[in-house]
T-cell receptor, first 107, second 118 residues
Framework: EVVMTHSPATLSVSPGEGATLSCRASQSIDSNLAWYQQKPGQAPRLLILGASSRATGVPARFSGSGSGTEFTLTISSLQSEDFAVYYC?????????FGQGTKVDIK | EVQLVESGGGLIQPGGSLRLSCAASGFNVNTYYMSWVRQAPGKGLEWVSVIYSGGNTNYAASVKGRFTISGDNSKNTLYLQMNSLRAEDTAVYFCAREWFGGGAFDVWGQGTMVTVSS
């Protein structure tokens, strides 16, 4: 199965600053990648699909890029509600697999 | 409003069985691919099982032969029958809808906790 690896595991950011999260696939997955945000006690929320398309209702400060094996989620200016865990998920090769996540916390 | 609501979780002894339900509203479950995804305490997300709109199913290797996914169109509800439960099955179980293009999960339930312990 395709292994998804996040870096870093934890990212400490001040409100208003930008953040760049990385996700690497163990083999090429084209652009079949999604990003999710999860807050404590809540279900994941779809942010990005197709590596770069924002899901309905997702603010423009979230953007995704990459293809093949290297992917990036960028948050341009962190708001208080953005501090959470972010997961990538590939849906190119069965079974669908998730990374272990990057926790974005307040610096 | 599009919504998924899970139920049926609880504390169960190793080797026991449990059936989870996921009631959908705002859309028909039989027109989408529907999955169960689980999250062990403090851990990441793990896809468990899918039922396709045609009724075919697929399972993660870790649950194949023990779990069965099904749907009831008349109740617009998804189920996960879990047998021969193990301690490592302890997790929050989410039902989730794949978006119409396939692959990414655009609607999630709130989750139901399953604890396997003696």
């Amino acid at each position: 199965e395709v292994v998804m690896t996040h870096s870093p595991a934890t990212l400490s950011v001040s409100p208003g600053e930008g953040a760049t999260l990385s996700c690497r696939a163990s083999q090429s997955i084209d652009s079949n990648l999604a990003w999710y945000q999860q807050k404590p006690g809540q279900a994941p929320r779809l942010l990005i699909l197709g590596a770069s398309s924002r899901a309905t209702g997702v603010p423009a400060r979230f953007s995704g890029s990459g293809s093949g094996t290297e992917f990036t989620l960028t948050i341009s200016s962190l708001q208080s509600e953005d501090f959470a865990v972010y997961y990538c998920q590939q849906y190119n090769n069965w079974p669908w697999t998730f990374g272990q996540g990057t926790k974005v916390d307040i610096k | 409003e599009v919504q998924l609501v899970e139920s049926g979780g609880g504390l169960i002894q190793p080797g026991g069985s449990l059936r989870l339900s996921c009631a959908a509203s705002g859309f028909n479950v039989n027109t989408y691919y529907m999955s169960w995804v689980r999250q062990a305490p403090g851990k990441g997300l793990e896809w468990v099982s899918v039922i396709y709109s045609g009724g075919n199913t697929n399972y993660a290797a870790s649950v194949k032969g023990r779990f069965t996914i099904s749907g009831d169109n008349s109740k617009n509800t998804l189920y996960l029958q879990m047998n021969s439960l193990r301690a490592e099955d302890t997790a929050v179980y989410f039902c989730a809808r794949e978006w119409f293009g396939g692959g990414a999960f655009d609607v999630w339930g709130q989750g139901t906790m399953v604890t396997v312990s003696s």
